[in-house]
């Protein structure tokens, strides 16, 4: 059975996951083929994912994205390229990791006749890793816009409908059209370098970024961006923790100028070393090292409903989080006791919450569910869960899964 594995994005995780599928399936003996965006070869992400399987795979087929142009319109080029590549390839099944902006274009212009471009007895299988529309939160305006959006993937032409997102996923499986879309929640790779699992980690990690060695470390790890509350976490830290041998960490790139607006801010914090910024992109060493020197990690983000792979890190080197009060990071947090949450925009609640997060550090201990997270978050169960529909249509057996269904009750 031919596979074509389609993605127009390029950074962050999204051609590593285009990646672990395509292993699982030629390991399995499938012809791999892939649908990538034209600018993809020269992205770094390429180059370590995509290029070492490069020989193995049938062919890799590359499109143009409009350049300058609104979100629509790329999800609308990236929607027809897919489904051009895969009638012009000939695949028996499609799959799109993350068609969360490409599906519901796929539903209006299922109104013209779409089918007709998806191959005779093809199936197209499409993962959604932040459908903010089946969280129903919002004012009236933001519902009836998601609605519309929940409408239009509705009417999509998709056989398998993946969601990562787990609260959205108890959502989805109450209605009917997704229940027909063969709905399964799916678990996004997460396994830390195994240097950061051992005992002593946190002494190795510190070294390895030239953070203090002694004292209480809060790490806001990955890029910092405006979304992200930077200076709203530092004000917090400021009123939570006065004196004394705790310190606050950027570990990431920082975007917008905010590097010069927290020096200006916090300028005396930075000068005295409790606040430290590591102002550079971190490669997934590093990233893993920032997660393993903290004490506590901060992950809470205004406008971030949908999951975050820094709780999901964090979560498997079992430290505690502070995440956001709502959303996936919110249902995370209270079923899997991670940690604490928080509304980064009211300033008396982030430092409320950030005293009792360093008082409370030293006495977390992971509660016994993480353990069976870890084992749903790893990269071969993942790859099952992407080779399960493929399986099925070939008549084999399933493999053996850890699902979403058999987690522990919250």
């Not at 932040?130 to 519309?148: D, Q």
């Not at 399960?388 to 058999?406: C, K, N, S, T």
Request: aromatic fraction near 8%.
């Amino acid at each position: 059975m031919k596979l074509l594995i389609h993605e127009h994005r390029t950074p962050g995780h999204f051609l590593h996951h285009v990646a672990l599928i395509a292993e699982a399936a030629l390991a399995r003996g499938l012809p791999t083929e892939l649908s990538l965006s034209a600018a993809a070869p020269a992205t770094p992400e390429y180059q370590l994912h995509i290029a070492p399987l490069a020989k193995s795979l049938s062919a890799i087929h590359l499109f143009d994205l409009p350049k300058a142009a609104s979100p629509a319109a790329v999800f609308a080029a990236s929607g027809r390229a897919c489904l051009n590549t895969a009638s012009r390839c000939g695949a028996q099944h499609i799959i799109v990791p993350s068609a969360d902006g490409v599906a519901p274009i796929w539903g209006r212009m299922a109104l013209g006749g779409l089918r007709r471009l998806v191959p005779a007895g093809a199936e197209l299988e499409v993962g959604l890793i932040r459908p903010t529309f089946a969280h129903g939160e919002g004012g009236l305006t933001r519902r009836a816009k998601l609605a519309l959006i929940a409408a239009a993937i509705a009417r999509a032409p998709i056989d398998a409908l993946r969601i990562a997102d787990f609260p959205a996923y108890e959502n989805l499986k109450k209605t009917a059209w997704a229940r027909r879309q063969r709905l399964l929640a799916v678990p996004e790779p997460c396994e830390p370098a195994h240097r950061f699992t051992r005992a002593g980690a946190r002494t190795g990690a510190r070294a390895l970024l030239g953070l203090p060695d002694t004292g209480a470390l809060l790490v806001a790890p990955g890029e910092i961006s405006g979304r992200k509350c930077p200076l709203e976490l530092a004000a917090a830290f400021a009123h939570a923790a006065p004196h004394g041998d705790t310190y606050l960490v950027f570990a990431g790139k920082c975007m917008d100028g905010l590097a010069n607006k927290l020096a200006t801010q916090f300028g005396p914090r930075i000068k005295a070393g409790q606040i430290i910024i590591l102002d550079r992109l971190l490669n997934d060493m590093e990233f893993d090292a920032a997660i393993a020197a903290a004490d506590i990690v901060v992950a809470a983000y205004a406008g971030h409903p949908g999951p975050s792979g820094i709780v999901d890190r964090a979560m498997m080197l079992d430290k505690p989080v502070i995440a956001h009060d709502y959303g996936w990071s919110a249902y995370m947090v209270d079923r899997f006791a991670l940690g604490w949450k928080t509304n980064p925009l009211n300033p008396a609640a982030y430092a409320s919450t950030l005293a009792a997060a360093l008082a409370g550090a030293a006495a977390f201990k992971p509660s016994p569910a993480t353990q069976w997270l870890k084992q749903f978050y790893s990269m071969e169960n993942f790859k099952r869960h992407w080779m399960l529909r493929l399986r099925q249509r070939m008549g084999l057996p399933a493999e053996e899964l850890v699902l979403w269904a058999d987690a522990p009750p919250g």
